[in-house]
């Protein structure tokens, strides 16, 4: 009977030691999940939801920026001041309107308002929350973007 106690004692301070480990890492793993920017340009005010990889939490550790917004084939486009981290390389699944990536070849954002083929050149970097009708806005303005969590 003792000894059983003890083996249920061990197993209990292993799985302990366990969770405790792995626990800082699923926190780091849901604030990242959940890391919001907002994007303000003409009359629009919209927030991102960024993706939980390295190249998304390099973009997020940038901000605020003050950009310039522009119109490009099915996009809308601004340079950023320098090149981000590569570790999140596409192609990547279920590309859609709405998807802000990181354009690798021209260090660029590219905000697609439509469809889009996911390459080796493209990061996404997160998804605008609602409609994408801010993107469909045409002309060049400046733009800020800002971290909200």
Not at 47 to 75: I, K, Y
Not at 116 to 139: A, K, M, Q
């Amino acid at each position: 009977m003792k000894r059983q106690a003890t083996s249920m004692t061990r197993r209990t301070l292993l799985g302990a030691g366990i969770v405790g480990t792995a626990l800082p890492h699923l926190a780091w793993a849901e604030e990242q999940t959940h890391m919001k920017a907002r994007f303000i340009f003409a009359d629009h005010d919209f927030t991102v939801t960024l993706n939980d990889n390295p190249t998304a939490r390099d973009f997020a550790s940038m901000l605020p920026l003050d950009l310039t917004f522009s119109d490009f084939s099915n996009e809308k486009i601004a340079y950023l001041r320098r090149k981000l981290h590569l570790e999140a390389r596409g192609p990547f699944p279920n590309e859609a309107a709405g998807d802000l990536c990181y354009y690798i070849p021209w260090g660029n954002l590219a905000f697609f308002h439509g469809d889009y083929i996911s390459t080796r050149d493209l990061i996404r970097l997160g998804r605008i929350d609602g409609g994408i009708e801010p993107l469909l806005t045409r002309g060049e303005f400046p733009l800020r973007i800002e971290r909200l969590s």
